[in-house]
């Protein structure tokens, strides 16, 4: 009986330690698009924009930036954000374009500008508490 404990306690523990930190939740491709279309332009300065268009699963969205006057496919990778290839999604054929800023906005994000920068030395997020 113990035995049997035990082992049940370490398959728990394997599994939970297998799974690392991913979680059921999966962003959609216009969580992705953002995210890539922001962390790419922050590291590099590149003009970046949202493609959408019809896929056969619906509406999809990907990002691009403009790089050496090309507008290239922005993709995720294990070790960051690159230019790479389209989304392998079925039949997607993007017909519109998109800033980021107009995306944010069309899913009804209230996009914030002028943004305060911390101080050096100031060790805190701000506007945190009342600052």
Same mark, same amino acid.
């Given at each position: 009986?113990?035995?049997?404990?035990?082992?049940?306690?370490?398959?728990?523990?394997?599994?939970?330690?297998?799974?690392?930190?991913?979680?059921?939740?999966? /962003?959609?491709?216009? $969580?992705?698009?953002?995210?890539?279309?922001?962390? =790419? $332009?922050?590291?590099?300065?590149? /003009?970046?924009?949202?493609?959408?268009?019809?896929?056969? !699963?619906g509406l999809h969205a990907q990002a691009q930036a403009k790089v050496n006057s090309?507008? !290239?496919?922005? #993709?995720?990778?294990? =070790?960051?954000?690159?230019?790479? $290839?389209?989304?392998?999604? /079925?039949?997607? #054929?993007?017909?519109?374009y998109s800033s980021v800023e107009d995306f944010l906005k069309y899913f009804g994000?209230?996009?914030?500008?002028?943004? !305060?920068?911390?101080?050096?030395? !100031?060790?805190?997020? /701000?506007?945190?508490?009342?600052?």
């Amino acid at each position: 009986m113990r035995k049997s404990i035990y082992l049940g306690i370490i398959a728990i523990l394997s599994s939970v330690w297998l799974q690392a930190c991913a979680t059921a939740v999966q /962003p959609s491709c216009r $969580h992705m698009a953002l995210y890539q279309a922001i962390t =790419f $332009h922050d590291l590099t300065g590149a /003009p970046v924009r949202i493609a959408i268009g019809p896929s056969d !699963e619906g509406l999809h969205a990907q990002a691009q930036a403009k790089v050496n006057s090309k507008w !290239e496919w922005l #993709e995720q990778g294990r =070790f960051g954000v690159g230019t790479g $290839h389209r989304d392998m999604v /079925p039949g997607f #054929e993007p017909n519109r374009y998109s800033s980021v800023e107009d995306f944010l906005k069309y899913f009804g994000y209230r996009v914030m500008t002028g943004i !305060e920068v911390a101080k050096k030395g !100031e060790n805190q997020v /701000p506007g945190a508490n009342g600052n």
